[in-house]
């Protein structure tokens, strides 16, 4: 996964229409079907005294087959429905893109096709991450390393198995444990049991 300093940088470079896509996929670790499906009606803002929180429900996910063109269907599993509480620092970009980018009707997609018709194929797409993948110096990260930073990051911040399993959509404990990358935190975690002591 890229580093917060190469997340950035990627931010700084991408597409402005794309930025909200890479907040999601590294926040709340959604896979590409799953986020090239989401409608403007699976974005929930939700406001309460002195607080904002968005929550991203994904229920579907979209294909491309050969021949046939998109297919909206279920998600990879049963486990892949599921409801994201973003975090709160992305909460901005995220309205601004619904404002500036994304039709009014509830079924509107949050990235559509260039012209607007459609589905953003992966190809399509790639125009856009590979030079911001290039500018942040990380020219081998797939777009998948995204959601290996989401995992990540949710495991950092205290995440149980179970809550990365669910974050992820994940149908088993040991497919979250693969997107983990923490390696190298034990110094950490031995200050931080001393403080607790």
Known sequence: PPTPSELQAILNAITPRFKAA??????????????????????????????????????????????????????????????????????????????????????????PSADGSGHLAQSAFWKHWNPARTAAGRQDMPWHALRHYGATRAALAGATLKELQSRLGHSTVAAAMRYQHTAGRDEELARRMSELA
């Not at 896979?31 to 009606?41: A, K």
């Not at 998109?70 to 486990?79: L, Q, R, W």
């Open 22 to 111: 890479v907040v999601l996929a590294a926040w709340t670790g959604v896979r590409y079907g799953e986020l090239t499906e989401l409608r403007r009606r699976d974005v929930e803002i939700i406001s309460e005294t002195g607080s904002q929180s968005i929550v991203v429900n994904v229920s579907r996910g979209v294909t491309h087959v050969t021949g046939q063109g998109f297919i909206v269907g279920a998600t990879k599993s049963e486990a892949g429905v599921r409801a994201i509480v973003l975090p709160p620092h992305v909460n901005d970009l995220v309205i601004t893109h619904l404002n500036e980018f994304v039709g009014r009707s509830a079924d509107s997609l949050l990235f």
